[in-house]
């Protein structure tokens, strides 16, 4: 599991969009990778955020 030590401070919160274009799918997609436990997210309220480097470590453990 990723600590949030783990995490740069400076590293940008990408939004569901941004960061399915990562991956070339839709943000729609990336809300349901996430809903479904396929990729880490963080909630804040009813926004969902993603962080670059959980989703290459994510990737790279599968």
């Not at 600590?3 to 960061?19: F, M, P, T, W």
């Not at 479904?36 to 480097?53: I, T």
Request: proline share 2%; glycine share 12%; charged share 25%.
């Amino acid at each position: 599991m990723i600590q949030v030590s783990d995490i740069d401070s400076k590293e940008k919160a990408l939004n569901a969009g941004e960061a399915g274009a990562l991956f070339g799918i839709t943000g729609d997609a990336m809300y349901k990778r996430a809903k479904r436990g396929m990729a880490p997210f963080h909630k804040l309220g009813r926004k969902v955020y993603f962080f670059e480097s959980e989703l290459i470590g994510h990737i790279r453990q599968i």
